[in-house]
């Protein structure tokens, strides 16, 4: 059952012991109900794509209560320390340069080396945030595809039953995501939202590009080779052929395994780590052979990644 909390401090403590325990938690922000889960455990951050149902380990937003904390796992250029001094807390998110470090589980920044970051405005967001004492990873507290919500009715229509509890903090005065921004070198704008382009084009003191470079991918999915290891990685591989380093899953055993029961939040959770871990066994010029993982569920997502990891070079 999804628990619906009251907006008092019983109510956040308990939704930040949920948090504590790698449980999921919906909670008001200014713009949407945000889906949290615990932004440095990678099975927190799986059971997010399992509950939405999204299709694929797309970028998440940290959110964090302040600018002090976010530059604790994020380095915050000149542009971005503007913007950011100017509109946050508030409907602004930032991409920035990943820190060393950082703590951030690999499935929030889908293996890029930056990360999404935003300090919302709404009082019951920054009390939670400072109760639970971490980055949350939230994309919004609805099914993938279907309209953000707004209320805590919103978030039960579509997940109940799929998270542990809801913060009821009331309807959502914004009602929009927030605006995503890469600042630094020079201001580019990945999603219009809640804070108008033209009052960042007049804080910034000039015009924001739109879109990314697809020869620079600033998110995942821009390029059909991504994620990819050193080594030659085969696909669907029911055992391992000499010199090749086997990923099983379920049945298939291997040197190392995505999940040997065969679940598919904890293979999602061990994706890019064993990615890394195979890659350092195979060693220069090397090859990893992943057992075939099924195309239901987080499934797919780990199969986008995989291919995607196994594409030519350069495409």
Known sequence: ????????????????????????????????????????????????YEAKGRPSFNPLIVHLPDLVAVEKIARVGPKAQMLAQAFWPGPLTLVLPLREGAGISPLVTAGLQTVAVRVPAHP????????????????????????????????????????AAVLDGGACAVGLESTIVVADPEPLLLRPGGLPVEVLEAALGEPLAVGGDAGKPTSPGQLASHYAPEAVLRLNAPEALQGEVLVGFGPVKGAL?????GDLVEAASRLFQMLREADRLAG?????????VPETGLGRAINDRLRRAAAPRGV
């Open 1 to 48: 059952m999804t628990r619906t909390l009251a907006p008092d401090d019983v109510g956040i403590a308990e939704a930040a012991r949920l948090l504590a325990a790698g449980e999921l938690v919906a909670f008001p922000t200014e713009t949407v109900y945000g889906l949290g889960g615990d932004a440095r455990d990678d099975r927190a951050v799986a059971r997010i």
């Open 257 to 261: 395994m995505l999940s040997e029961s």
């Open 124 to 163: 019951l967001a920054q009390r939670l945030l400072r109760a639970f004492g971490g980055p949350l990873a939230a994309p919004s507290a609805n099914p993938s595809g279907r309209v953000s919500p707004t209320q805590t009715a919103h978030v039960l229509e579509g997940l109940t039953g799929r998270i």
């Open 284 to 292: 220069p010029g090397g090859r990893i052979a992943f057992a075939p």
